[in-house]
């Protein structure tokens, strides 16, 4: 129902001088939902991102936020934060002279509580009175975090949120987003790092060349995917070669095989040809020890669509 749209974006069209870089662009994210963004460079990951922040207006085509028709005034609307190409922050400020300065400049008073909860949420606790000048990337986009944060969003904008984060920095931020979205604030996030998607996101919405070229939930990506490549790794495996082999639906890659290393297997196959292949092991005895994607559907549908829609260009 449109009604629990985040964001309902229809037709959005925006070009600068002669480069398209959205091309009639439909886009839902519903209340408390984290949607990623993926793409190639320069598919308008940033350009959608800042038409939702209000930091530029469209051609064409019609966006609601929270319910809200944007018009063609620059203004972030009510209810917005994030930000794109890195959080504006006040580098001879510490972190936390940041926090109440952007607080004050946004009309509230520098509520203590507020920022230290702020801090704590991204992992700046033990660095709030440093100078941000001394910030790592990471750090800064956990900082940018934190800002956004303070305005108590409902919907949140981040444009590679996951740069320059060191493996505690990424818990921290994942951490942050996953408990927005439970408190119902919908996150839309752009991000080159397939892995994170995976784990973050419910919904994602693959761009090519400023066109659409999937948008729904993961799960749906998976589903919909041709075949896939899997190894496999059981307790004998010249036999599962030899079963994988007569099974129908699977293809044995045996070059690919060759380069994952002595006794693992790939096959090339859909879930249903799997699942077979996986009972006929077990009925032989053959145990298997493991059995996921070479690649992430995320990452096999991302090559394959955007392939295609370059291609067709
Ligand atoms: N201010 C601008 N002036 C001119 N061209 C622009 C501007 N902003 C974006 N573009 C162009 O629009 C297209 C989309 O760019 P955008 O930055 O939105 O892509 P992106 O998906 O975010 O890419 P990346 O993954 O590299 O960040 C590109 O061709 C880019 O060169």
Redesign the pocket.
Known sequence: MDNLLAVRARGIT?C??D????DGVDLDVAQGQIHG?V????????????LLLGL?VADEGRLDILGTQVGRALAAPDGVAGF?DGPGLYPSLSARQNLAALAALRGRDARTMAIEDALDQVGLTDVADERVRGFSLGMRQRLGLAAALLTRPRLLVL??PSNGLDPAGKNHVHGVLTRLAAEGTAVVL?S?RMDDLTVLCSDVTI?AT?RVVFSGPLGKLAAENRDLDYRLVTSDPPAARELAAGTAGIAVDDDAASRQGAGTLVIRARTPALDELVVALVHAGIAVRELAPVVSPLEAAFLALTEQQEAGR
């Open positions: 925006k600068f001088a480069v398209v870089a959205l963004l793409g190639p460079n320069g598919a308008g990951k940033t350009t959608l991102l800042g530029a794109v444009d590679e752009s080159h761009l400023g």
